[in-house]
Nanobody
């Protein structure tokens, strides 16, 4: 059974950090590019970051490019999103997704597998 399971979400004060993890099972992420997407209440899904097969290409959306870092550990089938200097507008459900292509995509429709999401809340 193919699964992506996010963890590491929670509540944090503005300026704080969280590290989201995404554990893949039922398939090898080695030949999948990975994306992180979030959705805040009442808003559309928002692409945040993607990383290619060999971690040789990463893309970060403008709102997060100086604060978030995407990484992967193919050997352990794990994906990560390090989030620093969090802001209240980062509050959302965060999803990891996998696409059977060498490079990531900003298009949600290009992703084959999705996790169930993890809540991130940033407030004082």
């Amino acid at each position: 059974q193919v699964r992506l399971v996010e963890s590491g979400g929670g509540s944090v004060e503005p300026g704080g950090s969280l590290r989201l993890s995404c554990a893949a099972s039922g398939f090898s992420v080695e030949y999948y590019s990975i994306g992180w997407i979030r959705q805040a209440p009442g808003k559309d899904r928002e692409f945040l970051a993607s990383i290619g097969w060999k971690a040789d290409s990463t893309v970060l959306a403008d709102p997060v490019k100086d604060r978030f870092t995407i990484s992967r550990d193919n050997a352990n089938n794990m994906l990560y999103l390090q989030m620093d200097n969090l802001k209240p507008e980062d509050t959302a459900v965060y999803y990891c997704a996998a696409a059977r292509r060498p490079y990531g995509s900003k298009n949600a429709g290009d992703y084959n597998y999705w996790g169930q999401g993890t809540q991130v809340t940033v407030s004082s």
